[in-house]
């Protein structure tokens, strides 16, 4: 079973659609980071969170910690959202603060 | 922009030679992380620099080394080029190794042949 799953795989959405991705992991962790990829393979971290929700702009991440579930929302979607969005756990070991990966939703947002 | 720059950013090798790949974290930075990601597939954790040791490593083999310099840029050698080392190469730097923010470069693009 893998450490990290998230669904789902893939995601088309019309544009102005409301978008969630969910992510469940079964390790303990510092920190969860919502990552997005766009082709070519440059990676920009979106949040990073170790409780509650946080928000940016039309972007909303959860995290429950206990169920060891996060969600990433995204409001009034747009083409330009298309990518891939992957939840990226950082697990606790010692002094050791490394990711990893969940296999990645990827979006496509029509227009 | 994330102020992590790697270079190069694309480069073919044949099978059985080296490759070193750099990454200039950004300022103030202590941390920085590799990671190799096959075409298709997310990220796999290689290794982790804190104040110039390796404070973790993921499950790749002794030919991928690394080393953080003393300004925290970093270097990854990989030694006797397999054609599965094929992908792209990111690596990620952090103010803290567990809880800092992380910023990743735009991925150094290894064909090996």
């Known amino acids: 079973k893998n450490e990290v799953e998230q669904s789902p795989q893939n995601l088309t959405a019309q544009e102005g659609e409301f978008i969630t991705i969910n992510c469940s992991y079964s390790?303990?962790?510092?920190?969860l980071h919502w990552l997005q990829q766009h082709p070519g393979g440059g990676i920009v971290s979106l949040f990073m969170?170790?409780?509650g929700k946080k928000k940016h702009g039309r972007l909303i991440a959860t995290i429950n910690i206990q169920e060891k579930h996060s969600s990433l929302h995204i409001t009034a979607s747009h083409p330009r959202d298309s990518a891939v969005y992957i939840c990226?756990?950082?697990?606790?070991?010692?002094?050791?603060?490394?990711?990893?990966f969940g296999k990645g939703t990827k979006l496509s947002v029509k227009p | 922009e994330t102020g992590v720059t790697q270079s190069p950013t694309h480069l073919i090798k044949t099978r059985g030679q080296q490759v070193t790949l750099r990454c200039s974290s950004q300022?103030?930075?202590?941390?920085v992380s590799w990671y190799q990601q096959a075409l298709g597939q997310g990220p796999q954790f290689i290794f982790q620099?804190?104040?110039?040791?390796?404070?973790g490593r993921g499950n790749f083999p002794p030919r991928f080394s690394g080393l953080q310099f003393p300004n925290y840029s970093s270097e990854l050698n990989v030694n006797a080029l397999e054609l599965d080392d094929s992908a792209l190469y990111l690596c990620?730097?952090?103010?803290?190794?567990?809880?800092?923010?992380?910023?990743f470069g735009e991925g150094s693009r290894l064909t090996v042949l």
């Open positions: 990226a756990p950082r697990i606790a070991a010692g002094s050791q603060g490394n990711l990893i």
């Open positions: 300022s103030g930075h202590n941390t």
């Open positions: 620099y804190y104040r110039e040791e390796e404070n």
């Open positions: 390790v303990g962790i510092s920190a």
């Open positions: 969170l170790s409780s």
């Open positions: 990620a730097s952090s103010q803290d190794s567990l809880t800092g923010e992380l910023f």
